[in-house]
């Protein structure tokens, strides 16, 4: 399990600011030594969620079907868009006044659990909370500092995805499970080959070394941890300089999608378009790289390995998660909404994978599958046995960050930085985002 510190994906300025004043959260909520919630005891509890209004035509179901096992506890819900929906919690935060049940981001978790403000559901695993099907690496992700503050929904994991209808067009090998970095960038080289004569050409691969993410895959393929406990990186900048300058062939060659049509495409990018191969992202985007590509026709594999190993090392990625309040007088009868949520195969019949794959064998099973479906519960069915670790808990800011790693990753392709530069100014923009 891996425990860290603070998170946000975009909780800065005002947001941070807010819950600085949150304290760690104390009263007559701790979880109660007797449990005395049952199938029949009247409770009334808040939950709140992000979405549409799809999403919340879903929760309208869920909840008739949570009635008909819990018939005295009303659900009072409600919805936001992404935006609004965390300036409406950074408010109730700043207040102590959260709902009871509370849609979370792996991103916000580790900045809401350090103020005190998420209860450790831990003491209802053994009655309300059994979370039956649910693996302890998927669990990981939601542990900050021991305590459980966050369950689940849905997972996914990261991967590398590729066009079949392209490789196929120039009778190209699909890449393998196997393959290594350096296997890869061959790769890369014989579909630019294969598609320069193409209109529009066909590339390989966008410059793998421009998102986060698949610098946290680097790290932890190589037995590293990604952030320490009080929230700095584990990394230094070498790490980055290192990491960047493995694909630097590539890239002072060109060999990678041009940045111009990158920056052109932005936010979709070349996959989406049908101009590239490969895209690395989370194993539930599948559904758009279908959609926005236009084809069916997509496979899905894990990302290359580093040089001199046999294994890879991956996690279950939370797509999003399920907290109790910490001010919540009503716990148990959240904590027993929360585990319905979860486990429910019915609740995984309505909502398919658009929370992410259900965490459960049982729920992954109850799904009627569509296309994309199909790809991404075959991909985590073929690395069960290598998903061994947790996501790891990101830091406050981590959103700005990212954020900050693409701005440079893109001058660094335009020459206007050198990878030592681009380390310098990542840890110094880490340093004011973590006040370290």
């Known amino acids: 399990m891996i425990k860290r510190l603070p998170a946000s994906l ?46 919340a035509a879903r929760f309208e179901e869920v ?47 580790g900045e809401y659990a350090s103020k005190g403000l998420l209860a450790d559901l831990s003491p209802y695993r053994d009655s309300l909370l059994p979370l039956d099907g649910v693996n302890d690496q998927v669990l990981g992700s939601g542990t900050v500092d021991d305590e ?52 529009p050409r066909i590339y390989g691969a966008e410059d793998y070394t421009g998102g986060l993410p698949n610098f946290i895959y680097h790290l932890m393929q190589d ?24 694909a630097a062939d590539l890239r002072d060659d060109g060999d990678f999608y041009p940045v111009e049509r990158s920056v052109a495409l932005s936010p979709s990018g070349g996959f989406l378009a049908g101009e590239t191969a490969i895209w690395f992202n989370f194993s539930t985007t599948v559904l758009q790289g279908m959609t926005d590509a236009g084809t069916e026709n997509i496979g899905m594999v894990q990302p290359p390995l580093e040089k001199g190993q046999d294994e890879h090392v991956l996690a279950p990625k939370p797509s999003m ?6 001010n919540s007088d009503q716990q148990q009868a959240a904590a027993a909404f929360v585990n319905f949520l979860t486990t429910s195969p ?74 030592k530069q681009f380390a310098q100014e990542l840890f110094s923009e880490i340093s004011l985002v973590l006040g370290s």
Not at 31 to 52: C, L, R, V
Not at 228 to 245: C, T
Not at 370 to 384: E, K, P, Q
Request: contains cysteine; glycine residues 8%; aromatic residues 12%.
């Open 63 to 109: 909840v008739a079907l949570f009635n008909e096992q819990y018939p005295n506890v009303e659900v009072v819900r409600n919805f936001n868009a992404w935006g609004d929906y965390w300036t409406a919690r950074n408010t109730e935060a700043a207040g102590k006044s959260l709902p009871d049940v509370v849609m979370m981001d792996a991103g916000y978790l």
């Open 148 to 199: 459980l503050v966050g369950v689940p929904l849905g997972t996914n994991a990261w991967s590398m995805m590729y066009n079949k209808d392209i490789l196929d067009s120039f009778g190209i090998d699909y890449p393998t499970d196997d393959m290594t970095w350096d296997e890869f960038n061959d790769f890369v080289l014989e579909v630019n080959a294969a598609g320069a004569s193409s209109e």
């Open 223 to 246: 037995g590293n941890p990604v952030f320490e406990e009080n929230g700095a990186p584990a990394f230094d900048e070498n790490d980055v300089i290192e990491y960047l300058d493995s």
């Open 346 to 419: 019915e609740v995984a019949t309505i909502f398919g994978t658009s929370l992410g794959t259900p965490p459960t064998e049982a729920g992954r099973d109850a799904i009627d599958q569509t296309a994309a479906d199909t790809v991404n519960l075959d991909y985590l069915a073929s690395i069960d046995d290598e998903l061994t670790a947790s996501y790891p808990i990101l830091p406050a800011g981590y959103g700005t960050i990212e954020a900050k790693w693409g701005e440079l990753h893109e001058q660094l392709r335009y020459g206007d930085l050198t990878t």
């Open 10 to 55: 975009a909780f800065v300025g005002a947001a941070a600011l807010l819950l600085a004043g949150c304290g760690t959260g104390s009263g007559s909520n701790a979880a109660p030594e007797e449990i005395t919630f049952d199938d029949q005891t009247a409770a009334k509890i808040s939950f709140s969620w992000w979405g549409n209004e799809d999403r």
């Open 321 to 326: 998660l399920l907290s109790v309040a910490k």
